[in-house]
């Protein structure tokens, strides 16, 4: 029988590596998945006590999580995003951090019931890949790499929450135009407090695609001879960003706001999400080291 | 002793009889002097609103004879007009009607707020007149808790239960604030009005008022601290408007497809509310095929009531558990007052003795500060030490609902006097 390198399997933790980072990061995994819990049963019994103490959970998982990241890059001695487990890792907690900052400045945690277990699940697919800590290969090693991958995450963050939001936005809106206000009608935010801010995120996540983009060009240039080289993630990345440019354009000009903004806020995560796992599993490309 | 409810309210009695036993502010004042003019009533408190009038009191046996017929005194009421429409709870089923009466559990309308303000003007008035004491003081500030608790824990009070209020409920779901929101009235409806008159109260930015009549427009405008416009502007002031509520009696769609589209391409596509209270409808039902239009007519704004009615009543089955948990807990409190006065006095009697004792062996012995100090420490822990079966007994037979026996059996057997307050106001008077 084949074993499927997984969450408990040893072949993930290699001889040679310091398995502390990992333990750390399944530690944190227990926390995230404490918090989406409670927050789910927010969505039931909406009691502030509870959603403070989901808040505080996810503050935990996200601070063991930090402790993880820290620890890996030391083994790693890189930025831990080479990997299809270190981005996703990475990017879980950049979610559960920039969550964090929207809670504690809009404090609307009915969001949460949707953002945490949402970001549980990222945790829970990046445990399932392999999580050896393999050497940068030569081509990469740049600070290049620390710039391109931070600006990019950033921009994919704030759309992730767009997402989020977006889709918060199109349940709340079927409740009103079917005229059935039951159910989650009460407790979700108004639509305008949701438009406006899938419109923040978007506007905060735009200028960080648009920079990621760039510095990845720059990058590409020191380590393989090219600024652009049509290479799937390169491509997929373009048609994302003209999605958001799209988007806000729409918006500026001829007033794409309201439900066709989260409908398109959903695609254009749907982009994200491809450009993200789609190009690295499905298309083969320069890009294609990360997926293992 | 126990407490008393005598009342009566809207299910029981019809409004002309309920008008005629309310009580003003200076009326309860007079009231209460009555009322406690006698050792049968201790303690006395008047509810009266315009759907009850209700007496809360801690009373003696015979308690409610006494308020019945203070009340006919006081109201030029027969007694053969009171008696069919009076309800008499006593205990346990007195204190679960008076935090059901402050939960707005009894209330016409399920879940109203108003209820919660009036229990409570009426207890601070009470407590100022001095006509409540240590159990009515306790009981109305765990029925307001009990109030607070069901309104945070249920959704009683949480969706709106009239057309108006539902149209406003909406309008906060899709805009969020409203306060830099503009509102328009189209003709002058009864209902439109006071839908207009709620948005205004929520803090619409602007409303604009719109009639075939402009001088009836007007009129309406200054009423509702607004502007008028004419009719011919319609087309413009919708460009401007997020929420429109319609109450035309037009015969035909004043607000059509076509025009809202144009009005909507006009305006960016932000989102527009129709409110279409009119009948025959002023609002063509196709407008909310428009993207980001919402339209309700009169038979969705009621169908929503109808639903908000029915998650009261669900509600409100949560809130009758909150109800008797609560209820039980202030009986215990209640049973262990039974025994607190005697606790006191035995305590007091007690320290008083040492005290005295020890004050003569102190000055007999001379003794320097350090020693009177240990004197003082070892007969205090006598005292207590011996004071402590006696008391956790009376507190165990409080509990056990048998205080007032062993309460009067301590009293004889150690000669005490009670100084409750009740004696004091007792002797006051």
């Not at chain 2, 346990?92 to 229990?119: C, N, T, W, Y």
């Not at chain 2, 420490?377 to 008391?391: D, R």
Request: hydrophobic content about 45%; proline content about 3%; aromatic content about 10%.
């Amino acid at each position: 029988m084949k074993i499927e390198p997984g969450l408990f399997s040893r072949s993930t933790l290699g001889g040679d590596v310091n398995k502390m980072d990992i333990v750390i990061f399944r530690v944190a995994a227990v926390f995230y998945l404490a918090s989406a819990l409670l927050y789910v049963y927010y969505l039931f019994r909406t009691r502030e006590r509870i959603s403070k103490r989901a808040y505080l959970l996810l503050t935990i998982a996200f601070m063991i999580h930090t402790l993880a990241l820290v620890s890996r890059a030391f083994v790693a001695r890189h930025l831990p995003a080479t990997n299809l487990f270190e981005s996703l890792s990475l990017f879980s907690w950049m979610v559960a951090g920039g969550y964090l900052l929207l809670e504690w400045r809009y404090k609307i945690p009915i969001l949460g019931s949707f953002v945490a277990p949402l970001n549980f699940l990222g945790v829970l697919i990046a445990t399932l890949n392999p999580q050896t800590v393999r050497p940068l290969p030569p081509a990469l090693k740049s600070t290049w790499l620390y710039i391109h991958a931070t600006t990019s995450f950033l921009g994919e963050v704030a759309f992730a929450l767009a997402f989020v939001v977006s889709s918060v936005y199109l349940i709340q809106e079927r409740y009103i135009r079917k005229k059935r206000l039951g159910g989650l009608f009460q407790k979700l935010p108004s639509l305008g407090q949701l438009d406006e801010l899938n419109y923040r995120l978007l506007t905060l996540g735009f200028p960080f695609l648009t920079l990621g983009i760039i510095t990845g060009a720059i990058w590409a240039q020191y380590a393989w001879g090219a600024y652009w080289s049509w290479d799937p993630k390169e491509t997929w990345s373009l048609i994302t960003w003209f999605i958001y440019a799209a988007i806000l354009h729409g918006r500026m000009t001829v007033g794409w706001r309201g439900r066709r903004a989260a409908i398109l806020s959903v695609v254009g995560f749907g982009a994200v999400l491809f450009t993200f796992l789609g190009v690295n599993l499905l298309l083969p490309g320069l890009h294609s080291y990360s997926s293992m | 002793m126990d407490i008393l409810v005598v009342g009566l309210n809207h299910r029981t009695s019809p409004i002309e009889l309920r008008e005629k036993l309310a009580f003003s502010q200076e009326e309860t004042q007079q009231a209460y002097e009555k009322f406690l003019d006698h050792r049968l009533v201790r303690e006395v408190m008047v509810l009266s609103t315009c759907n009850r009038v209700e007496v809360y009191s801690w009373a003696n046996t015979g308690g409610e004879k006494r308020i019945l017929s203070t009340l006919q005194e006081l109201k030029g009421v027969r007694k053969e007009e009171l008696l069919p429409v009076t309800y008499v709870y006593h205990g346990r089923e007195a204190v679960k009607h008076i935090f059901r009466v402050a939960s707005s559990l009894d209330s016409m309308v399920l879940g109203e707020p108003q209820i919660v303000g009036q229990v409570k003007d009426a207890f601070e008035q009470a407590m100022a007149s001095e006509a409540t004491g240590v159990i009515l003081n306790q009981l109305m500030k765990k029925a307001l808790s009990v109030s607070k608790r069901i309104r945070t824990e249920t959704g009683i009070g949480e969706s709106a239960v009239s057309v108006s209020y539902a149209a406003v409920e909406l309008a906060k779901k899709i805009f969020g604030e409203l306060d830099r929101k503009k509102a328009l009235l189209v003709g002058a409806g009864e209902m439109a009005e006071l839908a207009a008159q709620h948005l205004v109260n929520q803090g619409v930015a602007q409303l604009v008022v719109v009639n075939r009549t402009f001088s009836r427009a007007q009129e309406l405008a200054e009423k509702l601290h607004g502007e008028a416009a004419p009719m011919e502007n319609l087309p413009q002031e919708l460009v401007d408007a997020d929420i429109v509520i319609t109450s035309t009696g037009a015969q035909e769609y004043i607000i059509t497809r076509d025009m809202v589209q144009r009005v909507m391409r006009e305006r960016k596509m932000k989102p527009m509310f129709f409110i279409d209270i009119a009948v025959p409808r002023d609002v063509d039902p196709q407008v909310e095929r428009v993207e980001n239009v919402y339209a309700y007519d009169i038979d969705d704004l009621e169908q929503v009531v109808e639903e908000n009615r029915k998650r009261r009543e669900k509600e409100a089955t949560k809130a009758e558990r909150i109800v008797e948990e609560e209820v039980e807990n202030f009986l215990h409190w209640l049973r262990s007052q039974e025994v607190v006065p005697v606790i006191v006095s035995l305590r007091n009697w007690c320290d008083e003795i040492r005290k005295r004792e020890l004050e003569k062996t102190v000055s007999r012995m001379k003794l320097n500060g350090e020693e009177a100090k240990a004197l003082e420490a070892l007969t205090s822990a006598i005292v207590n030490k011996i004071l402590h079966p006696p008391l956790s007994y009376m507190k165990e037979a409080a509990s056990k609902g048998e205080g007032e026996k062993v309460a009067r059996l301590v009293k004889e057997l150690f000669a005490l006097e009670e100084k409750d307050e009740h004696k004091d106001r007792d002797q006051r008077q």
